[in-house]
């Protein structure tokens, strides 16, 4: 029996087994969602800790009194089920590269040499520029949004009442979540607009052409994924133009490669064909 490999292999294989395939896949990457989900409950304390320093750092430089900031939670059940939605982001999180593995191992059978080469650095591209984008939130962005929230505490007097945060437990990871994926999700825009202008859905000329709504979009986008105050919105939206920037050079660079790699395309069907015609098949490299 003749073995084939690559692309060859991946026409020939029955859908029911492309089935079963994707159902192992998928299996690993559940099992080991679930798995990491268990450890990480064991260290939510911590890690929401970790989350929570960013708000503790600024409430300990700007308070003048010594009455300590805190975190609170009106729900009997609140903590425990923000706990369990830390530990699922933070398995989430380190379980994406298993994620991307699976997804590589399922399609990379599929692909041609050339397309292998040119799809497996995005996948590598993926969970950088998403921790990058978290990392922006934690260390820049998150203490200018409670710098700038902060200053409306009042201390009261003169028959005034004083005006504090007093921040829940779940509210507090929400908006930290909320800003961590909006600005994970954004910096995927170099990613995204790249495979588009690779399979020919978006080119460089179009994107420059279209700039300028692109840029009212992108306020619009920061408008709503951020808090109501301008800093936020710009640090969201400057890095996101910025971004969109590299997607148009990023989109120049494959279309000079995207001749060559259709007469790649062309050469291994051909070999294909000569294969097939004299009774052989050819392996994929």
């Known amino acids: 029996m003749t073995t084939v490999t690559g692309a060859t292999e991946d026409k020939k294989m029955p859908l029911l087994d492309h089935l079963i395939e994707l159902r192992q896949r998928m299996l690993w990457s559940v099992g080991s969602l679930l798995l990491m989900f268990l450890v990480c409950f064991f260290f939510a304390e911590y890690v929401f800790d970790f989350l929570a320093q960013p708000l503790a750092d600024v409430l300990l430089d700007g308070r003048e009194d010594s009455r ?18 830390v530990a699922f982001f933070a398995a989430a999180f380190i379980c994406c590269p298993i994620f991307l593995v699976q997804l590589w191992l399922f399609v990379a059978p ?12 995005f996948l590598a591209a993926t969970p950088v520029l998403f921790f990058v984008g978290g990392s922006l939130v934690y260390f820049i962005i998150f203490p200018l949004v409670v710098e700038f929230f902060i200053a409306f505490e009042t ?49 460089s000329k179009g994107m420059a052409a279209k700039r300028k709504y692109a840029i ?59 294969g097939e015609e004299d009774g052989t098949t050819p392996a994929k490299t």
Not at 68 to 85: A, M, S
Not at 164 to 176: A, I, N
Not at 228 to 252: N, V, W
């Open 155 to 203: 201390t009261g007097g003169n028959g005034n009442l004083p005006i504090e945060l007093e921040q829940r437990v779940s509210e507090y990871f929400s908006l930290m979540m909320k800003l961590i994926f909006a600005f994970g999700l954004c910096f995927q825009l170099p990613v995204i607009m790249t495979l588009l202008a690779r399979v020919g859905l978006a080119t």
């Open 110 to 121: 599929g692909l041609y040499k050339h397309e292998k080469s040119a799809f497996a650095p």
């Open 68 to 85: 300590p900031p805190r975190l609170i939670f009106t729900n009997l059940t609140e903590v425990f089920f923000t706990y369990v939605k």
């Open 216 to 274: 009212v979009g992108v306020f619009i986008f920061a408008a709503i994924f951020t808090p109501p105050d301008p800093i936020s919105q710009l640090s969201l939206a400057i890095p996101i133009i910025i971004l969109y920037e590299i997607s148009i050079y990023m989109a120049k660079i494959v279309e000079k490669r995207r001749p060559k790699d259709e007469y790649d395309d062309l050469d291994d069907d051909a070999d294909e064909d000569g």
